[in-house]
């Protein structure tokens, strides 16, 4: 069973066109997470929700909005997509006791 | 900016040698400290993790050394293997559970 998974794996699309990832965790967790990681590697956290509530917002662009419609899912939609945009996106749970985040496989979306 | 800087940025050991990245903070409010390692095309995977009331912890071949005053850390990777060739990344937080995370350090062990 896939602890954290995330659809779809690759997205590529136009600038200019709306996209939504999804992910779900069947690991019990109140807490998820969604972070970018540039083309050279580099991962900065973008929105962390508790128990369907945004409780992290890291000063991402508006056209990102996140949508947590229960506990065991996070969703990420993209509005107006950029060439910047393109990135690795994945999804994190966090363990409450140990504080151990476990993440997704990402979604890798190219945007030409 | 970057809360934890992370060196090297890539390493290349043989087998069977000894790999040490080494991390630095800033920020004393930070209170968990966990490495992970991530394979290409995968998502980042935990580890090890410590925490300040502690200066070292080891599992297995996979060493973390912590210096409270020097606000670093590091981690060492004994008898390392082609299996361990990876990018593993330092990372840090405090009570808001937001990792921090450095920027990374490709690790290459040849056979």
């Known amino acids: 069973d896939t602890a954290v998974s995330q659809t779809p794996k690759y997205l590529v699309t136009q600038m200019g066109n709306d996209k939504s990832i999804k992910c779900e965790q069947n690991?019990?967790?109140?807490?998820m997470y969604w972070y970018k990681q540039d083309s050279k590697k580099f991962l900065k956290i973008m929105f962390s929700y508790n128990n369907k509530e945004l409780i992290i917002n890291e000063t991402v662009p508006n056209r990102f909005s996140p949508k947590s419609p229960d506990k065991a899912h996070l969703n990420l939609h993209i509005n107006s997509l950029e060439l910047g945009d393109s990135a690795v996106y994945f999804c994190?749970?966090?363990?409450?006791?140990?504080?151990?985040?476990?993440f997704g496989p990402g979604t890798r979306l190219t945007v030409l | 900016q970057q809360q934890v800087k992370q060196s090297p940025q890539s390493l290349i050991v043989q087998k069977g040698g000894i790999s040490i990245i080494n991390c630095a903070y800033e920020n004393t409010a930070f209170d968990y400290f966990p490495w992970y390692q991530q394979f290409p095309g995968k998502g980042p995977a935990l580890l090890i993790a410590i925490r300040p009331d502690v200066s070292e912890k080891k599992e297995g071949r996979f060493t973390i050394s912590f210096n409270k005053s020097a606000k670093q850390f590091s981690l060492h990777i004994m008898d390392s293997q082609p299996g361990d060739s990876a990018t593993y990344f330092c990372a840090a937080s405090m009570g808001d559970y937001k990792l921090s995370f450095g920027a990374g350090t490709t690790v290459t062990v040849r056979a």
């Open positions: 994190a749970s966090r363990h409450l006791i140990t504080d151990t985040q476990y």
């Open positions: 690991l019990g967790h109140d807490t």
